[in-house]
């Protein structure tokens, strides 16, 4: 029984020291699997125009609710202003990297889709 109760404990503090990463390990797996299937369903030619046009709206939906939420801007720890940057970063990363006919070529398919 003692033993059981010392590995309970130990359970215990690992998941408690874990708790800060949780939000943030989520929502990088959860945006890791989107930009897998982005990757997927996508062609080869449009994967750069692609990942920029999510990376920034995903970034605006993250400053909306670092907005919302009034998230502390300056913090030590990770902040929604943070995810925010990040996901713009990358966005502007991919858009650097993209061809502009490859831009044009993405939307000529959103606009014959609809």
Known sequence: MVRWRSLR???GDVVLSLRPYGWPAALTASTGAAFLLLMTFVPAPLVLPALATVS?????????????????????????????GAFALIGCA???LGKPENVAQLFDRLIMAQ
């Open 9 to 11: 404990a130990t359970y």
């Open 94 to 96: 991919a858009a650097i």
């Open 56 to 84: 920034i709206c995903v970034s605006g939906m993250a400053a909306f609710v670092a907005w919302w939420t009034a998230a502390e801007r300056s913090s030590t720890a990770l902040t929604p202003w943070d995810i925010s």
